[in-house]
């Protein structure tokens, strides 16, 4: 579609969206069809694209976006898989248009590629953080092995303070990078309205989530930055682990060396 494909700006976002999905499959992040990435692309987007007919009939949400009204995003395809949507990403998703009253959306381009099963969860996240002011443009879900990994720890999944904290205490990028922590959200069944609601509890007081038993996301306004705290907290989570492995028990930054990262990098102060 010349449309999409001589709009520059809008194809070097689809490029960098593609670099991640191949960086999440090369991390062993993404088996099979895991994670799902959908980022808002409506600044992106020429006049002439924004009128495309729809592909397929419009899709009700079962709950309103009302603050995504009139917006536009890629959306990575249900059972697609992410080391073929860094080949071709709209073979495997596709851009949809959120009706004006937040209560449906259509797929525009390129071809009629079903989005995630998560698209609850992506919209509701992008619908929240637009209602509190953010220009957030990306929801990033993927499925590392060793944060996934805590969360089959009780003490870990009870507490995102103590999950934070201790991931924060493996390196000092740990807190620099992802400074509100990462929030435990409690299991609930893929591609539901229940995980998304829980979800949108957590996105209250952190950029960083961890479904229970499942995956992780990562809200942002660069995709290459999702990624890269995706990636820090999951050195933090292997620096800990192998130390397990080794047989002891990583000692950890102190909570003193940990909470003098705040003022000598004017991080929010969290937990
Ligand atoms: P989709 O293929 O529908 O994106 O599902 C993958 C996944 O990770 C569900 O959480
Ligand atoms: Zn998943």
Redesign the pocket.
């Known amino acids: 579609m010349d449309i999409i494909r001589n709009n520059k700006a809008l194809m070097n976002e689809i490029e960098r969206i593609a670099e991640v999905a191949g960086y999440l499959w090369t991390k062993g992040w993404a088996e099979r069809?895991?994670?799902?990435i959908s980022v808002n692309v409506t600044t992106l987007m020429s006049d002439e694209a924004k009128m495309l007919p729809a592909l397929a009939p419009a899709r009700e949400l079962v709950e309103k976006v009302p603050c995504l009204g009139g917006n536009f995003f890629y959306v990575?395809?249900?059972?697609?898989r992410m080391r073929y949507v860094a080949k071709a990403p709209f073979e495997n998703g596709s851009i949809i248009r959120i009706a004006p009253d937040g209560a449906s959306f259509e797929i525009i381009a390129e071809q009629p590629v079903s989005p995630?099963?998560?698209i609850h969860s992506h919209l509701m996240m992008h619908n929240y953080l637009r209602s509190i002011g953010r220009n957030t443009t990306v929801v990033l879900?993927t499925?590392p092995t060793d944060l996934i990994g805590f969360s089959h720890c009780k003490p870990f999944l009870e507490s995102s303070k103590l999950l934070t904290r201790t991931l924060w205490s493996m390196i000092p990028e740990a807190r620099i990078v992802v400074p509100k922590g990462i929030g435990v959200v409690p299991y609930a069944i893929?591609?539901t309205l229940e995980l998304a609601r829980l979800t949108i509890e957590q996105l209250r007081t952190h950029d960083m989530l961890l479904w229970e038993k499942?995956?992780v996301l990562a809200v942002g306004d660069d995709i290459i930055d999702c990624f890269d705290a995706i990636d820090t907290m999951s050195k933090s989570a292997q620096i800990y682990f192998n130390a397990r492995w080794a047989g002891f028990e990583p000692v950890g930054m102190t909570d003193e060396q940990l909470d003098a990262l705040v003022p000598a990098f004017n991080l929010p102060d969290c937990y």
């Open positions: 069809n895991g994670g799902n990575t395809g249900t059972g697609k995630t099963m998560e879900h499925h893929p591609g499942h995956g």
